[in-house]
């Protein structure tokens, strides 16, 4: 069966600090990869989506930035953060030739 | 510009009250409709799928239908573990476009 992995939990950082969150899927290949950031109120925002390695479509113009090293990783990044930044963000995959996605359990990151 | 709309936003009902949860779309073309299950602080949990018109899924409690225009997620006789955010997100035709989401509607069942 598939798993997807997040990590980290739970993260608090300062103003101005670099970020780094990891998501990886085990149990497919080739699959469609997402970032999502959830807000209180603003429902599920899009950020990247990248269906290959090396191929990412930015959603929404911002400091943040992803990249997919390998085939079920997928990284997301900023250089540095702003109190805008923090939010539920979630990764999530769905399978080749197939539409319906599949959330992991999500980083908490406060920006402080 | 293609929209999906949540209704209510939030709902409470009593354990054993029937109701039905409204997602409308307005979209240049509907490839599938996807409903999912929110718990806080926890990642969406995939329900259904619905691709038709007149489609009908269920899972215990859960019944969700799909018109040309809107879908709903009848809820019978709820329980309080029902009590979660249900989200609702479609899939258009143009080329590998990512889901659309809606705001959700969140549930609290009182025992």
């Known amino acids: 069966s598939q798993t997807i992995h997040q990590w980290p939990a739970t993260l608090v950082q300062p103003v101005g600090s670099p970020l780094s969150l990891e998501c990886t899927v085990e149990?497919?290949?080739?699959?469609?990869l997402y970032w999502y950031r959830q807000a209180a109120g603003r429902g599920l925002q899009l950020l990247f989506y990248?269906?290959?390695?090396?191929?990412i479509s930015s959603e929404v113009p911002q400091n943040l930035s992803a990249s997919r090293p390998q085939d079920r990783q997928f990284i997301l990044s900023s250089k540095k953060l702003l109190l805008s930044d923090s939010g539920f963000y979630l990764c999530?995959?769905?399978?080749?030739?197939?539409?319906?996605?599949?959330f992991g359990p999500g980083t908490r990151l406060t920006v402080t | 510009e293609d929209q999906v709309t949540q209704s209510p936003e939030a709902l409470r009902l009593q354990e054993g009250e029937s109701s039905s949860l409204n997602c409308s779309y307005t979209?240049?073309?509907?490839?599938?409709l996807f409903w999912y299950r929110q718990d806080p602080g926890k990642g969406p949990e995939f329900l259904f799928t619905?691709?038709?018109a007149g489609e009908e899924k269920e899972k215990e409690r859960l019944k969700a239908t799909l018109t040309k225009k809107e879908s709903f997620l009848h809820i019978t006789a709820p329980k309080p573990e029902d009590s979660a955010t249900y989200l609702c997100?479609?899939?258009?035709?143009?080329?590998?476009?990512?889901?659309?989401f809606g705001k959700g509607t969140r549930l609290s069942v009182i025992a």
């Open positions: 999530a995959w769905s399978p080749l030739g197939a539409y319906e996605q599949y």
């Open positions: 149990g497919t290949s080739n699959p469609n």
């Open positions: 990248s269906v290959g390695i090396g191929q």
């Open positions: 979209v240049s073309g509907l490839r599938g």
């Open positions: 619905l691709y038709s």
């Open positions: 997100a479609v899939q258009i035709y143009s080329g590998n476009t990512p889901l659309v």
